[in-house]
């Protein structure tokens, strides 16, 4: 498998936290980790394999970082790309907007057509979702808050998905 580049916005820590969670995952393949806030285009178009990551922030909003960021996304050619994503949120606070900050990036990327990882929304409680397309989380959906218990099964999941789908 080509080499991985994680991009990760975080507030917090949080996502920070998960991100690095989710390098632990992969065991022996090659992962680097960029905080978006100190990021470039020119990052990420060394790898064929990318993973974007952000919390939620309000309805639809995407942490920060990703908000500054999101259009330099043009500059990347990711027809010869895959990109996995995932979301951190808290369903019991924000039940109407569960996740929107993944589900913002999504709509917002200029070619959505290398996106991998989808995952099903069982076993979350919420209304709605931004990040919910045709009955399936478009990427990797983690609550800390809620159900920090569940996150390491979940990205074990999600990680071993990625190992097939990735290039
Ligand atoms: C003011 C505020 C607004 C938030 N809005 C949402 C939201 O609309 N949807 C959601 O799922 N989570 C929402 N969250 C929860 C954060 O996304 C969550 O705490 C996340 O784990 C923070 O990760 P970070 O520290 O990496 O930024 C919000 C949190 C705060 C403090």
Known sequence: METIGIFYGSTYGMTEKVTEKIKKAFGR???DVYN????SPEDMTKYKNLIFGT??????????DWEYFIDKLAEIDFSERKLALFGLGDQ??????????MGTLYCRL????????????????????LANKDGKFIGLVLDEHHQKNLTDE??????????????
């Open 36 to 39: 978006l806030n100190t990021a």
């Open 29 to 31: 393949a090659k992962v």
């Open 154 to 167: 979940r990205i074990k999941k999600w990680v071993a998905q990625l190992k097939n789908e990735f290039i």
């Open 110 to 129: 200029p070619d959505k057509s290398c996106v991998i990882g989808q995952t099903a929304i069982d076993g979350y409680d919420f209304y709605f979702s």
């Open 55 to 64: 919390s939620a922030w309000g309805i639809g909003e995407m942490q920060d």
């Open 92 to 101: 019991k606070e924000y039940p109407e907007s569960f996740v929107d900050g």
